[in-house]
């Protein structure tokens, strides 16, 4: 395995606390009506992200659903475009014109951000059959989460991947909740991983608040893929502090049941162990703190300042995409 270096802690604490402010200060807009529409938040999965970008290599692909602002971050996306496309601006990653669930960036390998539940499973089947049919040495990491597990595409997917041996990992980013059912009340068993039995396809479950052991198991579903010996179904428990979005009131579950997930928390968790092994002092810890602090500000005061997109934009990205290549899949 790709070894876990005093860096590796120092960044992973950076990048995830950076994340977290980032999708914090989202919802501060969100209420000032400055982010409009749907807003899905990652605060608490921040490990699964951190662990796979740990593990994949340069020609690796990501796709995912509508919580999607901080993995095209992590894959290198300026975050102030992010940010941008968030509050419908121009300098977004989409111009303005996909908004917090279809952020996309072909050129750092995130194909999105989909809105339909499920929709981007048989998608990351595809971009991972593409790199096998013109023998790319890229793996695709496709990502949905427990209630998405229950589409019927999936199985059609499944059975397809396991089939052709395509190089993609399938990810479930189980927080044990489809928007407000719990994962126990839609199926017979509890255990997602599970339905990659039925396929023969590699699978289990992943400690999904710890980005050491999502590491670890996304290194080794990633190489099996590149080796040509084809898909794996990882089943990572995980759990988000916010609501299924801002407009989602929680009445599913208690308070002390997401206090009793915060002891797990994957930034504490990291912090805990830069301390315990001294990798940095109480002064660096605050200076990197207030660098976060410093980053997102930026990225708040670049969205801000942006204009909007002029409205025969939304014509010529229908009609005519010669002058927007950033529409144009490579």
């Known amino acids: 395995m790709k070894k876990i270096t005093k860096q590796t802690y120092i960044n992973w604490y950076k990048d995830m606390l950076f994340w977290r402010k980032f999708e914090d200060k989202l919802a501060a807009l969100y209420i000032q009506q400055k982010v409009r529409g749907f807003l899905h938040l990652y605060n608490g999965q921040e490990a699964v992200l951190a662990g796979a970008l740990h593990a994949m290599k340069e020609n690796d692909k990501m796709i995912t ?10 894959l290198g996306v300026d975050p102030k475009r992010i940010m941008a496309e968030l509050l419908g601006k121009d300098t977004g990653t989409s111009r303005g014109m996909g908004g917090s669930m279809h952020i996309f960036s072909p050129e750092h390998n995130f194909y999105g951000g989909h809105g339909i539940v499920g929709g981007q499973i048989p998608l990351g089947a595809g971009l991972a059959f593409a790199d096998k049919y013109f023998n790319r040495d890229g793996v695709t990491l496709t990502y949905f989460g427990d209630g998405a597990a229950r589409q019927g595409s999936l199985h059609e997917t499944f059975n397809m991947a396991i089939n052709w041996k395509l190089p993609v990992v399938f990810i479930c980013e189980n927080n044990g909740y489809a928007m407000g059912t719990s994962v126990g009340r839609t199926a017979n068993h509890e255990d997602i991983w599970k339905l990659g039995l039925g396929y023969e396809m590699p699978c289990g479950p992943v400690d999904g608040m710890n980005p050491v052991k999502v590491a670890e198991a996304m290194e080794e579903a990633i190489e099996r893929a590149r080796r040509g010996e084809g898909p794996t179904l990882l089943d990572i428990k995980t759990y988000r502090y916010r609501g299924h979005s801002m407009s989602d009131a929680q009445k599913y579950r208690t308070k002390d049941e997401v206090d009793e ?9 990291v912090l805990d162990i830069i301390k315990a092994k001294k990798y940095a002092t109480e002064k660096q810890i605050k200076e ?23 409205k025969q934009l939304l014509y010529d ?7 927007y290549p950033f529409l144009k899949h490579k």
């Open 288 to 310: 990197w703190d207030s660098e976060v602090k410093e980053k997102v500000a930026e990225c708040q005061k670049f969205a801000e300042e942006s204009p909007f997109p002029d």
């Open 317 to 323: 990205i229908v009609y005519e995409q010669e002058d």
């Open 65 to 74: 659903a509508y919580r999607n602002h901080v993995q095209p971050i992590g």
């Open 261 to 269: 997930y915060r002891k797990i928390d994957p930034i504490t968790q």
